[in-house]
């Protein structure tokens, strides 16, 4: 059993929190059967990744989910880089392709937040030039997200191999 609490706050919603208790829930199955885990404050930097839903695009297997995450860092960890490169040579395209493979690779992890500003900005780059003010905010939102997503990414990563064994005990 998955257990998360929050006192309120600006800004927080009741998805937050079922993410959080989703979050612990994972936890508690990989801890194995009558167990309960509660999220903790590594656990709420998970919000930024749906893990219950990046598991289900993965038919619920944990060490394809795993890799996938590996992918998606090693796939966009110089994605700021690049995107303000195509901004600066004024290529519309190739920043659309940018947001767009982003977009697909949040999608399948579950950064459902990272892949809603995404749409937005996808939005932005077939409609406005690659100056305009919304685009750049709209951007700057989708990276502060996207390094959410990363620190998520570890976190995860973190607490599992926590939940793993690594020597059996000998008989």
């Known amino acids: 059993m998955g257990v998360a609490s929050s006192l309120p ?14 979050a612990a829930l994972f936890q508690a ?18 919000l930024a990744l749906n893990v219950e839903a990046g598991l289900e695009r993965c038919d619920h297997d944990a060490q394809l989910y795993q890799e996938l995450l590996d992918v998606f860092l090693q796939t966009h960890a110089n994605f700021e880089s690049q995107l303000q490169s195509a901004q600066q ?3 519309r395209d190739l920043s659309f392709y940018l947001v767009n493979i982003l ?10 937040t990272l892949e809603r500003l995404i749409i937005g ?9 690659l100056d ?17 997503v990363r620190y998520a990414i570890q976190a995860f ?3 599992t191999l926590q939940t793993q064994d690594p020597s059996p005990l000998l008989p």
């Open 121 to 129: 900005v996808e939005q932005q780059l077939k409609t406005h030039n």
């Open 89 to 91: 040579l004024g290529d």
């Open 132 to 148: 305009h003010v919304d685009l750049e905010d709209d951007v700057k939102r989708v990276i502060s997200e996207l390094n959410r």
């Open 29 to 46: 199955k990989e801890q194995g059967r009558n167990c309960i885990c509660c999220a903790n404050e590594e656990m709420a930097q998970l």
């Open 157 to 159: 990563k973190r607490s």
């Open 9 to 22: 706050q600006v800004g927080t919603s009741s998805d937050e929190i079922v993410l959080a208790a989703d």
């Open 103 to 112: 977009r697909g690779g949040s999608t399948n992890i579950g950064a459902k």
